[in-house]
């Protein structure tokens, strides 16, 4: 599962005015855009994320400054530093992500691909354990 999460490299046009770069829907990631949320004055310290989603695929984007992610499917863990504005870390289902280390300034997008539900997320790790290992048996 952990395998499926992977940095995805967005276009990038060059210009001496500033590079531009874009996502469309479906053909720069797996799945299809319905929301578009972004983290913002993290104070220095902060903790996002500590949850999984159900369904919800999504793709992280460093926008501005950097961060890290921790990822842990309930078998295996990885961390990956996000400070780059024209690559996304792509998050599938069932995935417990905690994020960190904001550099000051840092600016977290996120593409999801589905509008925000409540009843989408674990919040207990426990819970998204338990279902997680039975789900790979
Ligand atoms: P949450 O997803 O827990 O934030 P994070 O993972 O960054 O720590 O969301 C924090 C709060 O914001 C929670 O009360 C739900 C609300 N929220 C929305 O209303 N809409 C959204 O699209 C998102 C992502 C969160």
């Not at 500033?18 to 993290?42: C, K, M, W």
């Not at 961390?79 to 960190?100: A, E, F, N, Q």
Request: glycine letters at 6%; proline letters at 4%; hydrophobic letters at 35%.
């Amino acid at each position: 599962m952990l395998d499926s999460c992977k940095i995805i490299d967005l276009p990038k046009v060059k210009d001496p005015r500033g590079n531009l770069t874009f996502v469309e829907s479906i053909r720069h990631v797996p799945f299809a855009i319905q929301r578009v949320y972004y983290l913002s004055d993290v104070p220095e310290g902060a903790e996002r994320g500590g949850h999984a989603h159900k369904e919800l695929h999504q793709l992280i984007i460093a926008i501005s400054g950097s961060f890290d992610i921790h990822l842990d499917d309930g078998h295996s863990k990885k961390t990956v530093h996000m400070d780059c504005s024209h690559s996304g870390l792509y998050v599938c289902p069932m995935i417990w992500r905690v994020i960190d280390s904001f550099s000051s300034g840092a600016v977290c997008m996120v593409l999801a691909s589905d509008y925000y539900d409540e009843l989408d997320y674990y919040r207990e790790y426990d819970q998204f354990i338990s279902d997680a290992q039975r789900a790979a048996k």
